[in-house]
């Protein structure tokens, strides 16, 4: 591996380069959680949003650093570019996906449920918002609504002029707010569904469950034709339960639920014996559960393993 791959893999320590500290290196450093998170919230996929900074590294390191007057601009300018180019690419993947599309789920700190605006940007349900985007809207709604960047600056990040981007932003707005989760969710209010579907596993008692579920609620279960999943959306309460009640022997072995923070919110984290099975996490509408989202594949179970930084 060459040096300049090295930051975009987590080696967060700039290079020496003829006695002196190597600037660009330095500045992909500082920025490389922020550029994470930009790619990571376009493409809801860690493993893609990685390969994006390594893109995004070998093109920075080829700049000339005196005509950057921005650098964070220049470097999240970049990172949209790629990102972009990439989420053409994965829209096209998922076309062939075995049943239902989710995030990649993260192990996130709990100071990133203190930020809510950027703990509901990178959530499972606003990231399924935001897959119902155009790639262009997409980002340019992540960059004005979550990292405040000026309408100029995403206008040569997405190759549009800033009166386009203005109206782009308007109709992802009013896309976005109508199929957001309506009102702000306290941690509180989801521990406590979540803590209704634990007991549910745990002991088979499924009413306090049931009581948790709104009646058109959604279920989603993402194995990806690798592990056994549902494949396609089950709706309604009755349903959901019934399901649960029917899934829940496969669990059987030595099963341990373990709460945690996925993508700034609380979850829960499946082990049968010793081995993590799958994600829960929730939409929550007026008190009620809504969405439900399991993710199942283990090729996008690696990064509930430890902690991923997220920021703005």
Request: negative net charge; proline residues 5%; glycine residues 6%.
């Amino acid at each position: 591996m060459s040096e300049h791959s090295e930051p975009a893999t987590g080696a967060a320590r700039p290079v020496a380069a003829g006695g002196r500290t190597d600037s660009a290196t330095e500045a992909f450093v500082a920025h490389r959680n922020l550029l994470f998170t930009v790619a990571y919230e376009m493409l809801g996929s860690a493993a893609d949003a990685e390969d994006v900074l390594q893109e995004t590294w070998l093109r920075w390191a080829g700049v000339d650093l005196d005509t950057v007057r921005d650098q964070r601009a220049y470097l999240v300018r970049i990172t949209t570019r790629q990102a972009l180019s990439r989420l053409r690419t994965l829209r096209r993947r998922k076309e062939s996906y075995v049943g239902p599309w989710l995030p990649e789920p993260l192990l996130t700190a709990p100071d990133v449920a203190e930020d809510v605006e950027l703990a509901e940007s990178v959530s499972m349900a606003m990231l399924l918002v935001l897959e119902t985007l155009t790639p262009t809207e997409r980002a340019v709604f992540v960059l004005r609504e979550v990292f405040d960047l000026e309408y100029d600056e995403i206008a040569e990040a997405v190759g549009k002029s800033p009166a386009a981007v203005r109206q782009i932003a308007h109709r992802a707005r009013a896309h976005v707010a109508a199929r957001r989760p309506r009102g702000v969710v306290s941690a509180a209010q989801t521990r406590s569904a979540l803590e209704a579907f634990q007991r549910a596993i745990e002991t088979g008692d499924l009413q306090s469950l049931l009581d948790m579920l709104a009646p058109d609620v959604v279920l989603l279960g993402d194995g990806g034709g690798v592990v056994q999943a549902v494949v396609r959306p089950i709706v309604g309460a009755d349903r959901v339960a019934r399901l649960l009640a029917v899934g829940m022997p496969r669990i059987g072995g030595e099963v341990s639920v373990e709460p945690v923070q996925i993508n700034g919110c609380p979850a829960l984290i499946v082990r049968l014996n010793g081995k993590i099975d799958d994600v829960v996490a929730v939409r929550i509408d007026d008190g009620l559960i809504t969405g439900l989202y399991i993710v199942r594949n283990p090729e996008k179970l690696s990064r509930v393993e430890r902690e991923t930084a997220v920021s703005r």
